[in-house]
């Protein structure tokens, strides 16, 4: 079973507009944390947005916001007045188990959504 | 955030050879690196996991004789395609950790496009 789906292959958007990006995940770890990246087409991984499975709180970086919903197992990103520059590959990411362990950092990731922001 | 450095970010090579891509954690010390691949549109699939002086760990179905990965310092992890072919041709990406790092990012370098002719 896929560990991380991203449901949406392209998005599309108008600029200054907000834009979802859907992102659920499956996991039984209690302890886990969820990731957003940004790849724009020179290939670089842009970190965006973090989310650790015992936040109480969305969290939010500037114009990004995560909407975590603990019980459906989902973790949709929210970009509010989306720009031009905003137009990349967009993939969510999920890291099972807590701290320790030598594999503590590997990301799982999504099949990720091409978001498009036209002017 | 931590500045990783992977070099080159494209390499083009011929059908047969080996070619080295190198990943640098350059402020601070990478007790673990990964190396991960994405074809074009594609996700990125984890290919090995690299810790500081000790054998490196792959994935379900990597060739661990054809991927060859070295880190031997703290700063450095080097990953050698051997033997390249064409449907080796692909985009490779490292991420980097230190022990003790608040795990809220990992850290990225920046890529490097393989082309096998």
């Known amino acids: 079973a896929q560990k991380i789906t991203q449901t949406q292959p392209g998005m599309f958007v108008q600029e200054k507009e907000a834009v979802t990006l859907d992102c659920t995940y499956d996991?039984?770890?209690?302890?886990?944390?969820l990731f957003w990246y940004k790849q724009p087409s020179s290939g670089e991984m842009i970190f965006l947005i973090y989310?650790?499975?015992?936040?109480?709180q969305n969290a939010t970086e500037g114009r990004y916001s995560l909407n975590f919903q603990k019980a459906r197992k989902s973790a949709n990103l929210v970009i509010s007045a989306s720009q031009l520059g905003d137009s990349a590959m967009y993939f969510c990411?999920?890291?099972?188990?807590?701290?320790?362990?030598?594999?503590?950092?590997?990301?799982?990731f999504g099949q990720g959504t091409i978001l498009t922001v036209h002017p | 955030g931590a500045v990783v450095s992977q070099h080159p970010s494209r390499v083009i090579c011929k059908s047969g050879t080996s070619v080295k891509i190198e990943c640098r954690s350059l402020?601070?010390?990478?007790?673990?690196m990964f190396w991960y691949r994405q074809f074009p549109k594609q996700s990125l699939m984890l290919m090995a996991t690299?810790?500081?002086?000790?054998?490196?760990?792959?994935e379900q179905g990597v060739e661990k004789d054809k991927f060859l990965i070295n880190h031997a310092s703290l700063t450095l992890s080097t990953l050698t395609v051997t033997s390249a072919h064409p449907e080796d041709s692909s985009f490779y990406i490292c991420?980097?950790?230190?022990?003790?790092?608040?795990?809220?990012?990992?850290?990225f370098g920046q890529g490097t496009r393989l082309t096998v002719v």
């Open positions: 991420s980097a950790r230190t022990r003790g790092q608040k795990n809220t990012e990992a850290f």
């Open positions: 996991t039984s770890d209690p302890s886990y944390g």
């Open positions: 989310q650790g499975s015992y936040d109480q």
């Open positions: 990411a999920m890291r099972e188990g807590g701290a320790g362990g030598t594999s503590y950092g590997k990301l799982t």
């Open positions: 402020d601070f010390q990478a007790t673990t």
């Open positions: 690299s810790n500081e002086g000790s054998k490196a760990t792959y």
